[in-house]
């Protein structure tokens, strides 16, 4: 969790530092709040013990081999999603072609000391494994840098703060956190880290309900779980007396969320085993980030407001197929999961001491006293 609280007060003092530079577009500013802020905190975690510079010329040039497929097949992904499928949230990754050569000469850099051990070359290495990381990052990448970069552009064009819109500077805030943690540990895994990824869910059902609740398959979903109107909780709550409890509910679950993400520090990443998270919101129940983002959805849609008829069903019907879908996912994850010794006795732990397990014990400890 601190890594990932000193990761965001990067962001904030070069987000400070930046955003007064007149002679410098917002995309600029943008993207160096994004670079500088992930160099700073890269050379503040590394652990320098576990360096070791290589000599292996061989490894070197597969290293680099390996990075430039990688790269490219980022590169023709999102080009792909962007200009032929016309998806937006991929543009920005295409702008990174510009700093290609500083990227090249970083990652040089890196081989020399070790970021990636032998093992973890696909020449060397476990090719299923090493091939199944490979995709997961040419999937996520490019999304998310480009969600990370439109979260950045958002904040620095607010120009007059109102609190009438305190809902959306939380979700918008919010957002930028998760993106940004979400793309660190997408971009960096490495022993130097201590976040290197051990283990990629290899079953077809674990990753279908996965993907399909990110871009492009998030958009082809939405057609048939789209909500039948556009209303949401302000047109429901304007000037009635549970407006504020019900912006309180909103935000306490927004915030719920990202301090979820928090929780991760540079472990973040769907799929994978990267080690045991246990700590934050993890600490009192098992999937946070799914339950709160999900009991947002409810609060902040209010289906059942300014339609009737079958548009109710249609709406309630959208969000707990949503909701299924994340219950899925939730449940693919601990199968994959349980394969390790850590986590079994965490989910043991939870069962006996999480938020859910507290709660029951609560309720019998009541009847046991009625009675």
Known sequence: MKENLILLSFFLVYFLFFKDISNLTVESKANLIIVFSFISVFILFIDYKKIKIVKDINYIKAFFLEFLVFFLGCFLYSFFMSYFLNFELFYH????????????????????????????????????????????????IPFIYSATFDCLNRILMIDDWDLRYIDYYFYIFGLTIDVTIAF??????????????????????????????????FYFYQLF????????????????????????????????????????????????????????????????????????????????FGVYGFDIITNIIALATTNLIYYARARTEEQHLMRFEEYREYNEWIKQNGLWAKFKKYVNKMKAHQD
């Open 93 to 140: 990754f295409n702008d990174l072609l510009i700093y290609l050569p500083l990227i090249l000469i970083f990652n040089i850099g890196l081989t020399f000391l070790g970021y990636r051990e032998k093992n973890d070359l696909f020449i060397y290495g476990n090719k299923f494994l090493i091939f199944r990381k490979t995709v997961l990052k040419i999937f996520f």
């Open 184 to 217: 660190f540990g997408y971009a960096f895994s490495s022993n130097l880290l201590n976040n290197e990824i051990k283990s990629v869910d290899n079953t077809l059902k674990g990753w279908v309900v996965c993907i399909i609740c990110y871009p492009p398959f």
């Open 225 to 304: 779980l789209s909500q039948a109107d556009q209303y949401t909780w302000k047109d429901w709550a304007i000037g009635a007396w549970y407006y504020y409890p019900w912006l309180f509910l909103i935000v306490s679950t927004w915030i719920i969320y990202w301090m979820s993400t928090f929780s991760f520090g540079f472990k973040f990443s769907n799929l994978t085993w990267r080690g045991l998270v246990k700590t934050g919101m993890y600490y009192y129940i098992k999937h946070p980030a799914y339950l709160s983002k999900n009991i947002y959805w409810w609060l902040y849609t209010v289906p059942f």
